[in-house]
């Protein structure tokens, strides 16, 4: 919470409104929709953001490690009218 709380008081800095939630569980997918849909009921034009890894050599281990959690966020926000901008990060 404290590693939060410091990028809330940074984009205060900046004059934007911030906040921060947290959750903890076993599967990352079904916490990361369940605070998304939270967040979607509290600001309805709320707009969601994720980051895909591409790897300029994919190999084996890489596809098994990071097994395309920002395909299944925008199938299940897309499932929910939910509004995902899915941003490719090269590694």
């Not at 959750?23 to 509290?42: M, N, P, R, T, Y």
């Not at 309805?44 to 790897?55: E, I, Q, S, Y």
């Not at 929910?80 to 901008?85: A, E, F, H, N, T």
Request: charged letters at 25%.
């Amino acid at each position: 919470n404290a590693e939060l709380a410091k990028y809330v008081a940074l984009v205060e800095k900046w004059g934007y409104a911030a906040e921060y939630r947290a959750a903890f569980g076993v599967d990352l997918i079904e916490e990361l929709e369940d605070l998304s849909i939270k967040v979607a009921k509290d600001y309805p034009r709320a707009v969601f953001f994720c980051g895909d890894l591409t790897f300029t050599i994919p190999s084996f281990l890489t596809r098994l490690l990071h097994a395309r959690t920002a395909e299944e966020m925008q199938r299940r926000f897309r499932n929910r009218s939910l509004p995902l901008v899915v941003m490719p990060i090269r590694v």
